[in-house]
């Protein structure tokens, strides 16, 4: 069913957890199967993404994916991390997922996806608040 690499992956995650400092987080979920994936990014002020950590409920293949596409991030503009796909998702697993599971990769682009986004909300209520204080 899963690769021992998945599997491995699975018992081992390296970016599972928070994200002190995020200047952006992004949640999905699936209501049919219950998954759910929070997405915390920490972008620079040259808008590169410098971490990216992730929380999952659900199975290994959500699991894996948030920690395959935290990986992907790191060092990638927001536009770039915008234009990630879950068939680029999908393509990391190296075909070794079931197909009734390839919503996995869908919940994680769409938290990614939220994340960028609410990064760019904080940033833009931050900018009026400067202009507020001059």
């Known amino acids: 069913m899963y690769s021992k690499e998945v599997l491995e992956r699975f018992k081992s995650p390296k970016f599972a957890g928070g994200l002190r400092g995020a200047n952006g987080s992004g949640k999905s979920s699936d209501e049919k199967y ?32 948030g920690d395959i596409v935290c990986e992907m991030l790191v060092g990638m503009s927001l536009e770039e991390a915008l234009g990630l796909t879950s068939q680029d998702i999908l ?8 197909q009734d599971r390839y919503y996995s990769a869908v919940i994680v682009e769409e938290a990614i996806n939220n994340a960028v986004e609410d990064y760019y909300k904080r940033k833009e209520r931050e900018e009026k608040k400067a202009l507020k204080e001059m």
């Open 91 to 98: 393509e990391q697993f190296e075909n070794s997922i079931p």
């Open 34 to 65: 219950g998954d759910i994936v929070k997405i915390y990014i920490l972008v620079d002020e040259d808008g590169v993404i410098d971490s990216a950590k992730f929380k999952a409920y659900g199975g290994v293949s959500t699991i894996v994916a």
